[in-house]
């Protein structure tokens, strides 16, 4: 579809999950080494292109299976979370091993990235994820993410990667996510069962008759299913973020993808409205803990789409913490002029404001973010 190709090809920051029957061999005893090197060679060409790539990739269990003595046959359901666990810390080595070969080869560096739950709903947390984030990707290098299966418990796991791909988009302000697996999108009923169900090529609102669209689990060793695709395309569109379904089996279907519109996939566009959903949020949830006050220098750039630097804040009033919520005030008669999240504490924003970004360093002893307020967490009110 044209529309989808637009989509892609004008997305900046890419976010492309892989699932575990993409990466893992049937008998979980390694990796599909010839796919995962034309998935490296796509991703070049996309890093080529300008685009940053961020990838979320499953497969740390299945490729752990066999050192723990569970069949290829046994459900993942039905593996004990303690095994699963285990299971995931042997496996993990594997799949990064696989990428660090398939990768370097095309010369690229990739990092690696385990998260939790935890780091993507506690503020402080996942300031500093996004900003390690950040820097990875304007350093050209192409962040691998899984969860961190190891520590995360039952009760806190995201059960599968599909949300965690949602999640990061939403973290890094992504363009698209691209969820890759064993099925070319979303149609009107689960054709495994039903015959005349029917490809859904764009879905414009996301609304409940797809959320009754989607079946439970595919077979074999995969453990998402449409379900949880819908859910991440349910949190990445609250993000603004659009969100692909395609079938990412074959050699090179990410390349397909980026450039060939007959290529069959299922695409849930984000509305305008969507867009502002994280600003709305910071917006409506968060009770400032504190004000800084600018100049009036300050404000002019704020209006101009630019991020409060502490160069611009004159003074600091009540007691934060990094990643809390302030109201920015003018400095002249104190009026409200919007609220955003600190990436330092009053403390230290205290004993930054009015001076150069490059002294940060010298006066606090760290080397944190240029910015006090970044603009992706500000909402202007003026
Ligand atoms: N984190 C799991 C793994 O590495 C996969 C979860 C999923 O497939 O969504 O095996």
Partial sequence: MMQTLDV???????????????????????????????????????????????????????????ALGISPQTPPQKIPLEHKQAASSVGQFRVFHGYHEAFSAQELTCAQIL????????????LN?????????????????????TVSTAEIRFGDNDRLAARVAQMINADVVVLLSTIDGLYTANPYKN?????????????????????????????????????????????????LIADGRA????????????????LFMASAHEKNARKSWIHAHLKPKGAVYVDSGALQALKNGKSLLPVGVKKVEGVFARGDAVEIRALEDGQRLGIGLSAYSSKDAGDIMGKKSADI????GYAGRDELIHRNDMVLEV
């Fill in 129 to 149: 994820a996004r900003a390690t984030l950040q820097t990875l990707l304007d350093k050209g290098i192409v962040p691998i993410i899984n969860e961190n299966d």
């Fill in 195 to 243: 015959p005349g169900a029917q490809h859904i090529p764009i879905v414009e609102t996301l609304g409940d008759e797809h959320v009754s669209m989607a079946g439970d689990a595919l077979p074999g060793l995969s453990t998402g299913g449409m379900k949880s695709k819908i859910e991440a395309a349910q949190t990445a569109l609250r993000a603004g973020i659009p969100l």
């Fill in 115 to 126: 998260l939790t739950m935890t780091e993507t709903e506690n503020r402080a947390m996942h």
């Fill in 251 to 266: 050699e090179h279907a990410l390349d397909n993808i980026f450039n060939n519109a007959e290529m069959r996939c299922t």
């Fill in 8 to 66: 892609l090809k004008a997305a900046r920051s890419v976010v492309i999950k892989i699932g575990t029957a993409l990466i893992a061999r049937e008998d979980a005893d390694g990796v599909r080494t010839e796919w995962l090197t034309a998935l490296a060679q796509d991703v070049a060409a996309l890093r080529k292109q300008g685009k940053n790539v961020t990838i979320i990739s499953s497969g740390g269990i299945a490729l752990g299976r066999s």
């Fill in 361 to 364: 360093l010298e006066i606090l």
